[in-house]
């Protein structure tokens, strides 16, 4: 009787855990809407030009390219970017007058001191195939040149957004022990040495850091909407006070199952588009939803 019954436990185990993975992969390829092609299989960042054509970059190992993408996910144009070096592309964004930003700041391990933003007039003013950008600099003041210890590992980069004359920063966590905070820091938008400045925190989850850490961000067009996006969710920010994104309501959007989501932006300001990269035959797509029509988990609504 007692073997039966743990059998009978294992059966249901078994199917729970399969109903739920089952649902898992459903969440998010029933949001796919295309594949993107091998040669930006790293993408980590995109963005849409005036035209609404999408626009991606990859990650490091790349020449320092734009990749503009058709319908179908192949390659309709590359732009080289002439005075750039892709050490560690990691995310694209873009401004209200449309300029596109490249940020070369991916920082795994926190060592480097001085790190790079590329801005480029919007693709569709750049006639030829390459162009040259403006170079905006920016070094962290908490970071004196000494080793940093494991539990203020909060240096690398993959996420920002521009907002007004500034260009916002949101950390990749990676601390021992891994307390799930996204610091936010702020720099000009203009050719210039900064030194950044920390003005905000928020904190996503503290179970496992492949799970949770931010990996790029996106303002919606008419700048009433935050997105942040990690490896399961997108963090929807809305109703804050100017640059105090974390101010407001705060929502999450389960993206079913992990995989290697490095960038997102906003088609229009009720459609978002995110990407994984493609890790063993899985990922490499793009993906679709419609805020009005997905399930938004609150988190925290903002006091009056």
């Known amino acids: ?37 091998p040669k930006v ?20 190992g790349d020449k320092p390219k734009l ?3 058709n319908q179908d996910g192949s390659i309709a144009k590359e732009i080289l970017v002439t005075n750039a070096k892709n050490i560690d592309w990691e995310d694209m ?19 480097r001191k001085w790190l790079t933003i590329y801005k480029i007039e919007n693709p569709i003013d750049i006639k030829g195939d390459t162009t040259e950008a403006e170079i905006i600099k920016f070094t962290y003041p908490e970071m004196d040149g000494t080793p940093i210890e494991p539990d203020k590992r909060n240096f690398d980069l993959e996420a920002f957004v521009a907002f007004g004359r500034h260009l916002y920063l949101f950390t990749k966590n990676r601390t021992e022990p891994f307390d799930g905070i996204t610091n936010v820091y702020k720099v000009g938008d203009h050719a210039a040495n900064f030194d950044a400045e920390l003005i905000d925190s928020f904190q996503t989850c503290t179970t496992l850091e492949k799970l949770c850490w931010i990996t790029s961000a996106a303002l919606s067009p008419d700048r009433t ?19 105090k994104f974390f101010s407001g309501d705060v929502s999450r959007i389960d993206l079913g199952i992990v995989t290697q989501k490095e960038a997102v932006t906003f088609y229009d300001d009720n459609t978002i588009v995110f990407t994984d990269e493609e890790f ?18 609150v988190i925290r609504k903002a006091s009056n």
């Open 1 to 37: 009787m007692l073997k039966k019954s743990v059998f009978t436990f294992f059966i249901l185990a078994v199917t729970v855990v399969t109903a739920l993975v089952g649902s898992s992969i459903y969440t998010l390829y029933s949001k796919k809407r295309l594949t993107v092609d």
């Open 280 to 297: 063993k035959g899985i990922g490499g797509n793009a993906y679709v939803i419609k805020l009005d029509e997905v399930e938004k988990k």
């Open 41 to 60: 299989k790293e993408i980590s960042g995109i963005e849409f030009d005036k035209y609404k054509r999408l626009w991606a970059i990859n990650d490091s």
């Open 67 to 69: 990749y503009r993408l």
């Open 225 to 243: 909407k935050l997105v942040l996006l990690d490896s399961t969710s997108i963090w929807l920010f809305e109703n804050f006070k100017e640059d």
């Open 93 to 111: 964004t873009q401004n209200t007058f449309g300029h596109f930003f490249l940020g070369d700041f991916g920082n795994n391990k926190n060592d």
